[in-house]
């Protein structure tokens, strides 16, 4: 079991598969067995972090105060599209308690946005975009010296549309031009224009989805300490390694140098998943000054400069036979990435959950003058599931077919892109499950049959992500005299329940309580590797990770045990907590006595997330269904009902998985009915730089909402048997919601989100009278 | 007449003089003075303006009997003179003595009521004044109280099960912690408040002769009741209000009467509490008390406040101009009475001389024929600012046919208004669906609504001709 090596790691992270060299064991540990009762995982235990949370004791970067520290606050560019001629710092440098001001003048030209841009440049692609920061005594004082700054912009011709940003004439945001890459990206499989030829039915819809913000409620934010030539920082962050290595690089400094730190942080949903601006600043201004610095975005800046998921305008085209088989797809897409690069595609469920022999798809990311694109819990596969789940619907009342039942006739039980059986695929079994919960039968058989001013309808949303992890993730576990275990990884809780999981994993192997369990997270000097936490990979890489160590400190205690009881270690067995001689029971001795022979020792092992088995598709599934009320008098949409079905593999924690689903049904609520960042045309600013603007689910918005598991576990995948659930949550809700609407109204609404005034006008077609 | 606030925070007197203090000014923020002090940064900032609750505090104070109340309210919008007499309590109150967690802390631990947790110490405070005030547990006080709250990670489900689960206990008194609160605030001073520093001055008046004199003072002070609209000029544009006028401690303002015939209710009152004095008599009014803002907001901002904003997006004018309710103003020479009607002269303007302040607005009680809607549409259920409002007033005689209506909107104009032609077309006419339809036609290009951010001015129009149809509905059901 101790022994490792090296393989080649593949696995799909967020926008694209990740290959990297990584240490895994040699030999896996056999999986728990999906029948396996176990006594801890699997249940609804408390989270490890609760009692902080709800003390207010819990220490997020943004409570983070050190002696002497200054505060940072950075000017934004206000014009949609500009290049700096000139800047004057100097009223500003004069304000009392102002101590540095950092501007493209005097900043060093450090790299940023993949190579096409500057921490500061002089070509400034959105309202919002970095031109100065100033630190000072207060921020407050930060605040009010950025006003007295003067800059001479040279304002530009802009561009705030994909659509647009795409015609030859457009602005342009950079010399080759605004089309990411200059190419679209294309997959093709068989011939889809031959697959249309042969159909019975055709359709071709256009679907459009808005930008929306992630607005986790802690800002980003940071507060650096320089001591000497070594860099401390707390960064609310997704990814402590990310944010170390983009410090090296950027202040060219050795990683060794660089210490980041992540304990509690209030939400990311990808916003952070790699280092922010702000951060270099702050490391910059705080060596000029010499004292810490605290750099935090406030909620405008959390509206402009953070990342969001970017737009979408989808073509789709499907052809079937009479009897409903999906004879070819395609889709044409484009999307606005922001100013600087990031992906906009979102064909993948479309390629990859259906069964289809002919597809293609075509995928434009575009620059545009606005805030740049990051990934946001399922990039790219929210907006794809909206515009795919609408069609196959269509394309079901076209053959005359139950949406399910159009759905299972083309289910596909291998992957249709790889041809690769799945380690495991419980979709239909989401379906029953999903249907039976909602009351499928009562859905309106003609959609819009509902009499009444207030129309009911029900519709469901396939699902399908990534989400199985792998190597390399390393988690280490120390055992100390006492018998308390520390687990070490250098992942991050982003708030999912992380510490909770790996506490839970390790005590089950060891078979101690919870209490005797710590878990030290986020920290790049003591923690080992771990990927940054997106992808719903966290769970299946850490969780085999942190159970590999622990068997392994298993084993190692067996031979503490049989050097101290003079046996050979095969006669040592471990059980509840204590060592016992197999051939003679009575003779035993307990975890805590073993280790005070090992005096001040602590013992350490290092557990390894296992290598993915060769061959096999990972992915995970489910189908929700939503029951809706649409008001037709007011516009009004009210979702009713949510039932989640899912497969997921094993369930680590019945609380914290209820509550992901929860929050991904509530945010893909949102996503239907009300978030959208709204951008002027005439100016190119952002109108909803606030939450009164940037409306977010409350609980008001709030549906009741069922969750079936249909899965008990892939082992095939790992040890633990599980599979990532964050995203898959929030995936198929929005379509869900969309296609539920239909049902009520007979009236398909192809672009979101779902406002009253979209409602009002798709019903009513213009200001006239239905 | 003093240049120093007292309080009691967390158990502890506390003193703030402004004159010596270098760090607050009476225009800080609750949230910034507890941020800045050690052992107090349980308390979140989420927005600094009032949308998210993550610094949500309690407000404890001596209700007439001599006991205590509690009010879960935005501490962003807060300036710290309106803590004078009053008790602040954050989540750090809230634990035993040797750490052990409220029932509140204690639900929310059982039902994973946190993921990140940045939002839970704002819950656990809005959950708590809930639990104080012994609310009966159902989905609507729960919405009620936590609409304000915004989670982005939980979807509120753990959150609503741990308040059924801590408000169906029934609790525990408190005892010895409110007695001592209790002690405490008696021995709080309570007169008025005057702090002039080189940058500002800030009047707490205490009566409203104070006030009046004041006001005459200084005309061109900002008058302020509840700031919930002029704390953002503080945080949000980093402005220093140079002379501030605060009437919130001026317990005449907050009254209420109720003749035979009509309330007079005191500008001071605030929302929530208005939407409980007109639960009986105005029903209308108390359902758009409801939905106005979250109940942070609601239980800060006051009537007074709203009528002073004039927006056009207001939710109490309409529903007050459909209740034909006067305003009632004062000044050192006497009082002028004003029908909202004819309150509001343009954008943001309102009928008030400089000298004025707004006393008082007096509803008279309708009668049986008379039936009074309101309506608001936003984009989100709750703790939104209308896209469109409405309140109509129909009084029908014994024939079915109109005798008087008002409509009333908000939204649709730059000031909240009448559909005068549509109300001069239905007068007289019959009651019934055709009637109605007639009139949406004409209702849907009485007003010429703008496009913004909220919505295009086509769904205003829609809507506002939908809202009419949707009144006659509701009538006939
Ligand atoms: C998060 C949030 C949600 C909101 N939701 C809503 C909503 O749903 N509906 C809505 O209508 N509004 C809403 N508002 C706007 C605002 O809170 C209200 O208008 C509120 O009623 C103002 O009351 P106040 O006591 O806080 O006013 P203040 O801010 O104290 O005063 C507002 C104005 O009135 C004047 N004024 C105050 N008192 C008097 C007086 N006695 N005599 C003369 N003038 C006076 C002031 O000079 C000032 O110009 C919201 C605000 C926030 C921050
Ligand atoms: S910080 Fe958001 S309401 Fe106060
Ligand atoms: S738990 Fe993250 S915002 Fe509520």
Redesign the pocket.
């Known amino acids: 079991m101790a022994d490792k090596k090296v393989i080649k790691s593949r696995y799909f992270f967020e926008e694209d598969f990740e290959e990297q060299l990584a240490e895994v064991p040699a030999e896996k540990v056999a999986a728990w067995d999906k029948k396996a009762k176990l006594k801890i995982v699997g249940k609804g235990v408390d989270r490890y972090d609760a009692y902080d949370k709800v003390s207010g004791t819990a220490r997020y970067t943004f409570d983070i105060q050190l002696p002497h520290m200054a505060y940072a606050k950075t000017l934004r560019c206000p014009y949609a599209h500009a290049c700096i001629k000139s800047i004057d710092v100097s009223q500003a440098e004069k304000m009392p308690g102002v101590l540095a001001v950092l501007t493209a003048d005097n900043a060093p030209k450090i790299k940023w946005y993949r190579g096409t841009s500057y921490l500061f440049d002089r070509h400034l692609r959105y309202a919002g975009d970095e031109v100065a920061c100033v630190a000072a005594k207060s921020e407050r004082i930060a605040a009010q010296a950025l006003k007295k700054i003067k800059v001479e912009y040279e304002v530009l011709p802009f561009v705030a549309d994909a659509g647009k940003a795409m015609q030859p004439d457009a602005p342009k945001l950079y010399e080759n031009g605004n089309i990411a890459g200059g190419k679209p990206s294309v997959y093709e499989r068989g011939n889809a224009d031959e697959g249309f030829n042969r159909a019975d039915v055709v359709v071709e819809e256009t679907f459009d989805t808005q930008v929306v913000v992630h607005n986790p409620t802690e800002p980003h934010c940071s507060v650096v300490n320089w001591d000497g030539d070594k860099l401390t920082v707390w960064d609310s962050t997704q990814s402590v390694f990310g944010v170390r290595n983009a410090l090296a690089d950027s202040l060219d400094i050795p990683a060794n140098h660089v210490r980041v730190i992540k304990k509690y942080m209030g939400g990311g949903f990808g916003s952070k998943l790699a280092a922010g601006k702000y951060t270099i600043m702050a490391a910059l201004l705080a060596r000029t000054i010499g004292r810490p610095v605290k750099i935090s975005m406030d909620r405008e800046e959390m509206n402009l400069a953070v990342g969001n998921r970017p737009d979408s305008v989808q073509k789709l085209k499907f052809g079937a036979k009479k009897d409903g088989t999906l004879l070819a797809m395609s889709h044409y897409s484009y999307g606005a990435a922001g100013a600087y690069p990031s992906g906009a595609g979102c064909s993948w469920p479309l390629r990859s959950i259906y069964k289809c022999p002919n597809v293609r798809t075509e995928e434009y990311t575009v620059f545009i003058n606005a805030g740049p694109g990051r990934p946001f819990r399922a990039p790219g596969h929210v907006q794809g599931t909206f515009a795919l789940e609408a069609m196959i619907d269509t394309m079901a009342e076209k053959t005359g077919m139950d949406p399910l039942d159009f759905r299972l006739k083309n289910y596909s039980e291998i992957d249709p892109v790889s041809g690769q059986p799945y380690t495991t695929k419980r979709l239909r079994e989401a379906y029953e499950a999903g249907a039976k919960a909602i009351g499928w039968e009562n859905r309106n058989k003609k959609p819009g049959s509902d009499s009444g001013v207030i129309k009911r309808g029900l519709g469901m949303a396939s699902q399908i992500w990534w989400g199985g992890g792998g190597p390399p993730t390393y988690a280490n576990l120390k055992m100390n005299r006492d018998g308390s275990v520390e687990v070490l990884c250098g992942t991050q809780d982003i708030g999912t329940g992380t510490y909770t999981i790996l506490a839970q994993v390790a005590a089950e192997v060891l078979e101690l309580p919870m209490d005797k369990v710590s878990v030290i997270l986020g920290d790049t000097a003591v923690t080992p590797y771990a990927h940054g936490s997106g992808g719903s990979v966290t769970a299946p890489s850490t969780t085999p990770a942190v159970r590999h160590a622990a068997e392994l400190m298993k084993e190692k205690l067996i031979g503490y045990a049989a050097a101290q009881m003079n046996l050979p270690p095969e006669r040592i067995a471990y059980r509840s907590g204590e060592l016992v001689d197999r051939d003679n029971p009575a003779q035993k001795m307990s975890v805590s006595a073993l280790m005070r022979k090992v005096r001040e020792q602590v013992l350490v092992t290092t557990g390894m997330r296992e290598a993915n088995p060769e061959g096999y598709a990972v992915n995970t599934f489910g189908a929700q269904f939503a029951e809706v009320e649409v008001h037709t008098d007011t516009g009004k949409i009210v979702v009713k009902r949510i039932v989640a079905a899912h497969d997921i593999g094993r369930t680590l924690n019945r609380k914290l998985l209820e509550n992901q689903f929860e929050g991904g049904i509530m945010q893909g609520i949102g996503f239907a009915l009300m978030e959208e960042r709204v951008i002027d045309r005439n100016t190119g600013k952002v109108l909803t730089t606030n939450l009164?603007n940037y409306k977010m689910t409350l609980l008001p918005d709030m549906p009741e909402i069922e969750v079936i598991i249909v899965s008990d576990a892939d082992p095939l995948l790992n040890n633990t048997g599980v599979k990532g659930i964050g995203e898959p949550a929030h995936i198929p809700t929005a379509a869900a919601i969309a296609n539920a609407v239909y049902n009520a109204t007979g009236v398909r609404f192809k672009s979101l989100p779902l406002t009253p005034d979209k409602v009002l006008q798709g019903l009513y077609g213009g200001v006239k009278q239905g | 007449m003093r240049e120093s606030i007292s309080f009691v925070l967390n158990g502890k007197i506390t003193v703030i003089d402004f004159l010596s203090e270098t760090r607050f000014t009476p225009t800080t923020t609750v949230l910034n003075y507890l941020r800045s002090l050690p052992g107090h940064r349980g308390v979140k900032e989420g927005c600094a303006?009032?949308?998210c609750g993550a610094c949500t505090v309690v407000l404890a104070e001596l209700n007439g009997d001599g006991r205590l109340t509690y009010r879960a309210v935005?501490s962003c919008?807060i300036f710290l003179p309106k803590l004078h007499g009053k008790a602040l309590l954050t989540v750090e109150y809230l634990k035993g003595q040797n750490g052990q967690l409220h029932p509140v802390q204690q639900a929310l631990v059982e039902t994973h009521g946190s993921q990140c947790g940045f939002c839970t110490p704002g819950f656990v405070m809005s959950l708590y004044a809930l639990y104080q005030e012994k609310t009966e547990y159902s989905r609507e006080n729960a919405e009620e109280a936590l609409a304000?709250n915004l989670c982005r990670c939980t979807g509120y489900q753990p959150i609503l099960k741990a308040a059924e689960k801590v408000l169906k206990e029934k609790p525990a008194a408190d005892s010895e912690k409110e007695q001592k609160l209790i002690r405490l605030l008696k021995n709080l001073p309570k007169e008025s408040v005057a702090v002039q520093t080189e940058k500002q001055y800030y009047h707490l008046p205490a009566t409203l002769d104070e006030l009046l004199h004041l006001r005459q003072t200084y005309p061109q002070a900002?008058?302020?009741?509840?700031?919930?609209?002029?704390?953002?000029r503080v945080t949000k544009k980093f402005e220093t209000l140079p002379a501030v006028i605060?009437?919130?401690a001026v317990a005449e303002?907050g009254f209420f009467t109720k003749t035979e015939r009509s309330f007079i209710i005191g500008?001071?009152v605030?929302?929530q509490r208005l939407k409980d004095i007109s639960r009986d008599h105005f029903p209308a009014l108390s359902r758009m008390c409801r939905?106005?803002?979250?109940r942070?907001?609601r239980q800060?901002?006051?009537?007074?406040?709203?009528?002073?904003?004039?927006?056009p997006?207001?939710?109490?004018?309409p529903v007050l101009m459909a209740y034909d309710g006067t305003v009632i103003?004062k000044s050192l020479n006497g009082e002028r009475r004003v029908s909202l009607d004819e309150f509001v002269l343009g954008y943001r303007q309102?009928d008030?001389k400089e000298e004025?302040?707004?006393?008082a607005v007096e509803l008279p009680i309708p009668g049986a024929n008379v039936h009074i809607r309101t309506y608001?549409i936003?984009k989100r259920r709750e703790?939104?600012?209308?896209t469109v409002s409405a309140a109509f007033r129909l009084e029908l005689n014994n024939k079915e046919t109109i005798e008087r209506i008002k409509l009333v909107y908000?939204g649709m104009a730059e000031t909240t208004k009448r559909a005068y032609k549509t109300e001069a077309f239905l007068q007289g006419k019959a009651w019934n669906g055709e009637t109605v339809l007639a009139a949406q036609k004409i209702l849907v290009d009485e007003f010429t609504p703008i496009s913004d951010a909220r919505s295009g001015a086509d769904f205003r129009r829609i809507a506002a001709a939908n809202l009419l149809l949707k009144f006659w509905q509701e009538l006939s059901k």
């Open positions: 009164e | 303006e009032g949308d935005n919008l304000g900002l008058l302020l009741n509840g700031a919930t609209d002029a704390a953002l605060d009437t919130s303002l500008s001071g605030t929302i939905v106005f803002g979250s942070q907001i800060i901002a006051t009537l007074g406040g709203n009528l002073g904003t004039a927006s997006i207001g939710d109490m004018l103003l309102i008030l004025k302040i707004i006393y608001k936003s703790v939104d600012i209308s908000g």
